[in-house]
C-alpha cells in the first residue's frame, strides 16, 4: 500500500523567512496531494492542494510542487508569519480509486518572531 | 451551511466497554471517512464509505472495531471491549465523489479509556 514519509518533523524559521517541507510517496497510482495545518487542538484544515497532472500551484504566500518522477512533492510557506505556526500534515491519495488519504507523520511548524 | 460535526466531543470509558462515535457529514457528500489520530502523531485511515459501494475497511486495526453508515448519511464508529491503545482522537471526514476531492473534517471526538 501507499507510504508517504515526511520531513523535517520539525522546523523553526524566522518571522519573514521562507520555510519549506517535503514529502515522498510510494505508490506511483496516487494523484492527489492535498496538504493540511493543524492548530494545537483544532481539527486539520485543507491550505492547498495538488492533482498530478500539475507541476506546481500557487495560493498567495504558499505553494506546491510536484515532481511525479521522482514521487515527491513539497510545501513552501514565503514570508512567514506568527499565525502560520502550526502543524502540517501531506497526504497521498487515489481519485477514482482508493480515495483513502494516506498521511505524512506531520512537521510541527515554529515562526519566531 | 453546517460543517461535519461528531459527538461527543470527549468520551471518557473504562476499559473493557463498549463506545459508540457519531459523525454527521456534510450534506450532499457521499464519501465519508473515519481516521485516528494518537496524541502527537499523524492522522491513520480506519474506514470509508462511498455511496452504496462495500465501505473499504482496510484500515481497521482489529475486529473490535466496526462502522455502519445508515441512509447515506450519519454514520457511527463502534470499539467494542475498549484497551487503553484505543486513545486517541477520532476524525470524521466527508467529501464529494465527483470532485472537488477536499476531505473536510469534524472536530473529532477525544476517547480515553482508563
Known amino acids: 500500500g501507499e507510504n508517504v514519509e515526511q520531513h523535517p518533523s520539525t522546523l523553526s524559521v524566522q518571522e519573514g523567512d521562507s520555510a519549506v517541507i517535503k514529502c515522498t510517496y510510494s505508490?506511483?497510482?496516487?494523484?492527489?496531494f492535498p496538504w493540511y495545518k493543524q492548530e494545537l487542538g483544532k481539527r486539520p484544515q485543507l491550505i492547498i492542494d495538488?492533482?498530478?497532472?500539475?507541476g506546481e500551484k500557487k495560493d498567495q504566500r504558499i505553494a506546491v510542487t510536484l515532481n511525479k518522477t521522482a514521487k515527491h512533492f513539497s510545501l513552501h510557506i514565503t514570508e512567514t508569519q506568527p499565525e502560520d505556526s502550526a502543524v502540517y500534515f501531506c497526504?497521498?491519495?487515489?481519485?477514482?480509486?482508493?480515495?483513502?488519504?494516506?498521511f505524512g507523520q506531520g512537521t510541527r511548524l515554529t515562526i519566531n518572531p | 451551511g453546517a460543517g461535519v460535526s461528531q459527538s461527543p466531543s470527549n468520551k471518557v470509558t473504562e476499559k473493557g466497554k463498549d463506545v459508540e462515535l457519531r459523525c454527521d457529514p456534510i450534506?450532499?457528500?457521499?464519501?465519508l471517512y473515519w481516521y485516528r489520530q494518537s496524541l502527537g502523531q499523524g492522522l491513520e485511515f480506519l474506514i470509508y464509505?462511498?455511496?452504496?459501494?462495500?465501505?473499504?475497511k482496510s484500515g481497521l486495526p482489529s475486529d473490535r472495531f466496526s462502522a455502519e453508515r445508515t441512509g447515506g448519511s450519519v454514520s457511527t464508529l463502534t470499539i467494542q471491549r475498549t484497551q487503553q491503545e484505543d486513545s486517541a482522537v477520532y476524525l470524521c471526514?466527508?467529501?464529494?465523489?465527483?470532485?472537488?476531492?477536499?476531505?473536510?473534517f469534524g472536530p473529532g471526538t477525544r476517547l480515553t479509556v482508563t
Open positions: 471526514a466527508s467529501s464529494l465523489d465527483q470532485g472537488p476531492y477536499e476531505q473536510y
Open positions: 505508490d506511483s497510482a496516487s494523484n492527489y
Open positions: 495538488i492533482r498530478s497532472n500539475v
Open positions: 497526504a497521498a491519495s487515489i481519485v477514482g480509486g482508493a480515495q483513502k488519504l494516506v
Open positions: 450534506s450532499g457528500h457521499t464519501a
Open positions: 464509505f462511498q455511496g452504496n459501494s462495500a465501505p473499504d
